[in-house]
């Protein structure tokens, strides 16, 4: 662990009572002490010196306290992290079939995605794309998991989100709402097709970029279509055609490769 | 299916004979009819026109023809792939625990890399460490079944082979001998430390680049030493610490990304 994230309920108490599987991971699993420090992260990406102050029957108490500017912090592993900048990704994932999605979201947490939205498009799995429902159901709490494991494992500055519920492709617009430069990637040839660094190449590293990723069967034409007269610009993968679980790692790693390149 | 391979057997002959799951996976599961065209690649790359001619029983018979030059061919799936050019990647993989293995070759393979070579390393699976075991036993096959596979579905020009012993990372400059540029991928701050699009500067995409990705443990320093004096350059990736499956998928998609944008 490189950083405990805070629970969602965490309001910047001074105290925190974690119980169950929170508790055991850091005493059994982890093994820290009573009067341990360690670092930590509240679901706004904030920063808090945590010490572990008592050890009950399967809960404990941390208390919790926001470091001083510049105080260096105690990480319960040596390895530093790339310290920035980082793009402001934002990854709109047409859904996969099961296990997929967890890989693809675990993985744009460690590269530092800020907001993950799962999409209900035309080639998606059936099962869902039929049923029109827009609760994650099972799958949230699976994927709320893997973010969480990401934050910790990586270190990752950046607090993940995933959108609550599933958004149809056509709310991608309004969702969005024009808030900087949105790409989406597919496999085949379109008018007026522009290099990835071609697009990138005024957008400076702090403005936001959105990266639409089709599921198993890319996007139809009609989406592509759609995806144009909404401003969007398609990208063509200077690659082989990838599996979505690939595409969309590949996407983020080129998008964040290219920007901070640039900057570093 | 974007391509069929051919068998590792297969030598050029005008016919050939597929048993069991090979001819069941074209007879059942894509269903081809007899006088069907379709486009093979042997284990060299090269393209074949291939025929179904006969169905037996658990069998099929193909006709192999080499095409004429600039002669089109008809893949089973329609979406045209990127024809390139692509850099020459070859990946030395620090051995990782179980499926992570089998995910990293087949997207390695997946994005077009022409051999993996599986290493151990200090921080790499004590099963295999210890055993000092050259063979990749049980697991060589579900690794080759994984290249055969992404080749199928990617469409990629490029026979990824998998080198069919393991080999000591202390035996990496033996084997790479020298043909390129070879960089590893760490997440500390080295000295003498470049950017990829420095080093990959003066790198033309022709020529042959090595990527090394430690396992879950990374490099220890005493093999991070041994590689730069090796002659290998320490690349810092641009984002948080990552997974080794992520890394390895990350640093060749990077590698691809610099080389094919300046090119196209």
Not at 26 to 34: A, F, G, H, Q, T
Not at 85 to 99: D, V
């Amino acid at each position: 662990m490189r950083q405990y994230l805070l629970p969602d309920t965490f309001e910047g108490e001074d105290h925190v009572l974690l119980t169950g599987k929170e508790s055991q991971y850091l005493v059994k699993v982890l093994r820290l002490k009573i009067a341990q420090h360690f670092m930590g992260r509240d679901r706004e990406g904030k920063v808090w010196d945590l010490c572990l102050e008592s050890i009950g029957k399967n809960n404990c108490v941390l208390g919790c306290r926001v470091p001083d500017a510049g105080e260096p912090l105690v990480s319960t592993d040596v390895l530093p992290s790339y310290s920035g900048p980082y793009p402001h990704l934002f990854l709109y994932q047409c859904l996969c079939k099961g296990k997929k999605n967890e890989q693809i979201v675990r993985q744009a947490t460690e590269l530092g995605v800020e907001e993950i939205v799962l999409l209900t498009s035309t080639y998606c799995t059936k099962e869902f794309s039929k049923k029109n429902d827009k609760n994650l159901g099972g799958q949230k709490d699976r994927l709320e998991g893997q973010i969480k494991e990401a934050i910790q494992q990586s270190g990752s500055p950046i607090p993940t989100h995933l959108h609550q519920e599933m958004l149809p492709l056509t709310s991608f617009p309004q969702h969005w709402n024009n808030r900087g430069l949105a790409l989406f990637f597919h496999q085949s040839e379109r008018a007026d097709q522009k290099s990835l660094t071609q697009l990138l190449s005024n957008h400076p590293i702090e403005s936001p970029v959105a990266l639409l990723v089709g599921s198993e069967g890319g996007f139809s034409e009609e989406e592509c279509n759609f995806l144009e007269a909404a401003g969007c610009k398609p990208v063509l993968l200077n690659t082989n055609i990838l599996r979505a679980e690939t595409a969309a790692l590949y996407g983020l790693s080129a998008i964040q490769v290219v920007l901070t390149e640039r900057e570093n």
